[in-house]
C-alpha cells in the first residue's frame, strides 16, 4: 500500500481559445491513437502465452496511459473557461498578457501569462499560478516586483505590457 497523498489543489480554470483548440486537438488525436494501440494490442494478445509477451505488456502500458490522459481531458475539458478579451485597461497585467521584465542584473525577460494546462517554458509561458505570475497581475508598467521563489528572493521592473498574440 502506497503512502496516502493529500490531493493536489485545483489549478485555475482559465484557458486561451488557443490553448483549448490544442486541447481539443490531442483529445482527437489520442482517440485516434487508441484505435490503433487497441489494434495492436488486439494482436499481440492472439500470439499465444501473454505473461511473456513483450509486445503485448508494451501495448496494455500504452493503452493505460492513453486512457489517463483521455480521462483527465474529459474531466478538465467542460470546466474552463476561455479567456480572449483584452482588459478594459491595457497598461495593467491580466491574464493572457505578454510581459516584458528587466531582472537585477538588467536582463530583459519577456513572459506570456497563461492557464495552467498550456504553460511552455521554452515560449516564455508561464502559469497564472506561478508566483511570479501571481506577483504580477494587477500591476502596471514601471512597477517594480519581488518574487520569492525556491532560488531565492528576486526583483523585476515591469518595462512593457502587450495583449498581443506574440511580443
Known amino acids: 500500500m502506497g503512502r496516502y497523498r493529500p490531493p493536489q489543489p485545483r489549478s485555475s480554470p482559465y484557458i486561451t481559445r488557443a490553448g483549448y483548440e490544442a486541447l481539443q486537438a490531442e483529445s482527437k488525436a489520442l482517440w485516434i491513437r487508441r484505435r490503433d494501440v487497441t489494434k495492436a494490442l488486439a494482436a499481440a494478445a492472439a500470439e499465444g502465452d501473454r505473461s511473456e509477451n ?6 496494455k502500458k500504452e493503452l493505460r ?23 478594459a485597461n491595457p497598461e495593467q497585467i491580466f491574464f493572457g498578457a505578454w510581459i516584458t521584465l528587466e531582472d537585477e542584473d538588467g536582463i530583459e525577460l519577456v513572459y506570456r501569462i497563461v492557464g495552467p494546462d498550456e ?15 501571481k506577483a504580477l497581475l494587477k500591476r502596471f508598467v514601471d512597477d517594480e516586483v519581488q518574487v520569492r521563489s525556491p532560488g531565492g528572493e528576486r526583483t523585476y521592473i515591469i518595462i512593457e505590457v502587450s495583449y498581443s498574440d506574440a511580443p
Open 65 to 87: 496511459e492513453i486512457d489517463r490522459r483521455i480521462r483527465y481531458l474529459q474531466k478538465r475539458m467542460p470546466d474552463l473557461k476561455i479567456v480572449d478579451t483584452v482588459p
Open 54 to 59: 513483450a509486445e503485448y505488456i508494451y501495448r
Open 119 to 133: 504553460l511552455d517554458a521554452d515560449k516564455g509561458w508561464i502559469s497564472m499560478d506561478a508566483p511570479l505570475a
